[in-house]
């Protein structure tokens, strides 16, 4: 393969989708596909599926198309889904419950490992297979179940000083579920999942 020191924002979050896709081919056991069927069914152009891939080798045969397994192992290698990769969630209200439940969902070696809350009352409690640890827990866990990622669910008040703990701790990427901006060291990437910002967005193109 060939090495990739850089790759562009848009193709890492491309990358996810086209793998949910062969994922999906792999069950139901297709084993080859062509740049024209992945762009058809994911809605991608063809050509830039294709120049998605080359950037990474040459995966795909003329007239035969890629090969799903070799296809699905390489973009898990690209994106280090290859090792399991722990979560810790922050903020076990209304909206960390139902992230943690969703645990069961996210694929690829990826799961919620620990659950964190500030709630003496919420604190001990089960959820989703995992007790609920306060946050003078949070460091110590996170460094002992390698955790790397996190996702913040609590007010936004409490967003900075939530992500400020995680950092410290050695969280390398957030899941910022707050509605608020957040701030954390360059080597830390923070993305947003905003719901009240984004359905904004979208009023903005009812007509
Ligand atoms: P509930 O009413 O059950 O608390 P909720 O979803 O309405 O649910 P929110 O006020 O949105 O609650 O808070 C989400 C969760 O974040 C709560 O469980 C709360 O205890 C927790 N929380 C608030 N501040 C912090 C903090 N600084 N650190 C960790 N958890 C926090």
């Given at each position: ?103 069961a969902y996210l694929k690829d070696n990826m799961r919620i490992a620990a659950i964190f809350d500030s709630n003496p009352n919420k604190v001990g409690n089960e959820l989703a297979g995992l007790t609920i640890q306060p946050l003078d827990e949070l460091a110590e866990t996170i460094a002992a179940k390698q955790i790397k990622l996190a996702i913040i669910t609590v007010p ?52």
């Open positions: 393969m060939a090495k990739h020191e850089k790759i562009s924002e848009a193709v890492v979050r491309r990358l996810p989708i086209y793998l949910r896709y062969l994922s999906y081919l792999q069950q139901v056991e297709v084993t080859t596909v062509s740049s024209q069927q992945m762009g058809r069914n994911l809605d991608v152009n063809p050509a830039q599926i294709r120049k998605d891939l080359a950037a990474f080798g040459d995966f795909g045969k003329k007239g035969i198309g890629y090969d799903v397994n070799y296809l699905v192992e390489q973009i898990r290698q690209i994106l280090k889904l290859t090792d399991e990769i722990r979560v810790a969630l922050v903020g076990a209200g209304n909206l960390g419950h139902a992230i943690s439940n969703y645990n936004a008040p409490a967003a900075q000083s939530v992500c400020d703990l995680l950092t410290q701790a050695g969280i390398k990427g957030i899941l910022n579920f707050a509605p608020t901006t957040i701030r954390a060291p360059k080597d830390v990437r923070i993305h947003y999942a905003d719901v009240t910002s984004n359905l904004q967005s979208l009023a903005y193109y009812l007509t």
